[in-house]
């Protein structure tokens, strides 16, 4: 059996955007999946979107709270979650191909690899899928020293198939912006190798 996938989505006033954001994740062909939301204390109409997606899909997992941050928000899905590997992914982002999980799960088969990173676009962009030679392998302190870097692979937790394992002995800061700067690197640099999959590739809002 392919291992579990954990999405994991912190949503908070996600009104706008939430709906189509919710498809592109129920529409994935990847079979074992949950998908674990936190509403973290939204006041706008989130809760009943998620409510309506939750009725049609037994994939998902919601859970409702007061507002506590999203430091707090993504240390809640991880210990929500059941998965060998997490998936973060942000209430505004949209995935672009229904293979786009099952892609990242053979990557990290194929290649034996404990994270696999994806391609993000900016939001609208004309892009184009490419296949294997679109792949680059690095050991995990590699693709770590280069996160840190001006224009390298940045410190975002979203679209990065994770072993969920890697994140044992970290968690996300609470009550500060930027919350993933002083955790990614350091999970990322537990891992024996990375994939970076060019022809995987979600969309962002900026």
């Known amino acids: 059996m392919k291992p579990l996938v954990s999405v994991l989505m912190p949503v908070y006033n996600s009104e706008k955007y939430l709906e189509e954001a919710l498809h592109s994740l ?7 999946l949950e998908i674990i939301i936190l509403d973290d204390g939204s006041d706008d109409s989130s809760f009943s979107i998620i409510s309506r997606f939750k009725e049609r899909d037994d994939r998902i997992i919601v859970e409702r709270r007061e507002n506590k941050g999203i430091g707090s928000g993504r240390n809640r899905l991880l210990a929500l979650s059941s998965g060998y590997f997490v998936l973060f992914f942000d209430s505004d982002d949209i995935i ?12 990290s088969e194929n290649y034996k690899a404990d994270v696999v990173s994806a391609k993000t676009v900016p939001f609208k962009r004309k892009v184009k899928k490419t296949k294997d030679k679109g792949k680059r392998i690095y050991s995990g302190r590699e693709f770590s020293s280069l996160m840190t870097r001006p224009l390298g692979f940045f410190c975002y937790p ?5 072993k969920k394992s890697l994140f044992s002995s970290f968690s996300f800061p609470e009550n500060m912006i930027f919350e993933d700067i002083p955790v990614m690197p350091w999970v990322i640099r537990e891992a024996e190798r990375v994939v970076y999959d060019t022809g995987a590739i979600s969309s962002y809002r900026i």
Do not use: A, C, G, P
């Not at 129920?26 to 074992?32: A, C, I, K, L, T």
């Not at 979203?158 to 994770?162: A, E, G, K, T």
């Open 26 to 32: 129920v529409s994935q062909d990847y079979e074992n």
């Open 96 to 107: 672009l191909s229904k293979d786009f999980i099952s892609t990242l799960v053979s990557d």
């Open 158 to 162: 979203h679209s990065r198939l994770i």
